[in-house]
């Protein structure tokens, strides 16, 4: 039921967004990310809490609607997988619906931290909630940022492809979340510098949204003053069929086949 299915994809987000946005709304409030690790975390426990997010969110809905909590995922299913295209628009609804209530509870829960951290709701703490070119820091323009999501986002859906193809060496005992979250703690540890490691269009409009609606008006612009909202949307759905596609070209293709038996999970020959 598709109703169903969407609620999957709403909690399955929020999920990722607790403890995504969570952890850097804490590390925030703990010290200074460019400066020695403080009391509350540093870079790594960022990547690690996001993939740890990742991991409880697709279990969290990966029976009823799949788990993609991701847009790009979704547009990649539909267009090499067969998902049905009638679908994509309200995962991508549901799903970003969904990283807007997870990012309100943060920014909720976090109202006094940020508030002394940052009094006037600035870039300081707006990448709590989104994404900046170079993090705020390094001098990265939005075309640098744009290449850096297309490029995170090809490796993280053809990593997913790969991990969930049963004819393929799929994680066995359901440890497939597991597996994508540590997907995602790599690729924040290795491709996090450019561009914040949205790779997902869901995960960086929710939370900008509901940053803008209280209280960060350059919410939209980066550092530079530019308009910089469509970096992390369009990079994402690009990057996501480029990785597909290179999985569907260089993996996929060559795979033997195998009959299917109802309740079995068909192996290669």
């Not at 850096?148 to 492809?161: E, K, M, N, P, S």
């Not at 440890?175 to 996090?192: C, S």
């Not at 008006?217 to 990785?243: C, E, H, K, N, T």
């Not at 596609?245 to 195998?258: D, E, G, K, M, N």
Request: proline share 6%.
């Amino acid at each position: 039921m598709l109703l169903g299915e969407l609620c999957a994809e709403f909690a399955g987000t929020m999920v990722l967004i607790l403890f995504g946005c969570g952890v850097v709304a804490q590390v925030v409030a703990g010290g200074d990310l460019t400066k020695p690790p403080g009391a509350l975390g540093a870079h790594d426990s960022i990547a690690w809490a996001w993939g740890l997010g990742v991991t409880f969110g697709v279990y969290v809905a990966a029976r009823l609607s799949g788990a993609h909590i991701n847009p790009a995922v979704t547009l990649s299913l539909a267009a090499f997988k067969g998902f049905p295209w009638s679908k994509v628009l309200p995962y991508t609804v549901a799903q970003t619906v969904g990283a807007f209530a997870g990012a309100l509870l943060v920014r909720w829960n976090y109202t006094e931290a940020l508030g002394h951290a940052d009094p006037g709701h600035t870039f300081k703490t707006q990448f709590v909630f989104s994404t900046l070119p170079g993090n705020g820091v390094l001098p990265v323009s939005e075309w640098g940022a744009l290449r850096d999501q297309i490029i995170g986002t090809a490796i993280l859906v053809l990593l997913i492809f790969a991990v969930t193809d049963v004819l393929n060496s799929a994680p066995k005992a359901n440890l497939g979340p597991f597996v994508i979250g540590l997907i995602v703690v790599a690729i924040g540890m290795a491709w996090g510098a450019d561009a914040g490691y949205a790779i997902n269009p869901a995960r960086d409009f929710g939370p900008r949204l509901a940053s803008y609606l209280t209280g960060y008006r350059s919410a939209w612009r980066d550092q530079y003053g530019d308009l910089y909202f469509w970096v992390p949307i369009v990079g994402p759905l690009v990057g996501g069929l480029v990785g597909a596609a290179l999985y569907q070209a260089l993996i996929s293709r060559f795979l033997p086949t195998a009959e299917t038996e109802v309740g079995r999970t068909p192996t290669p020959e």
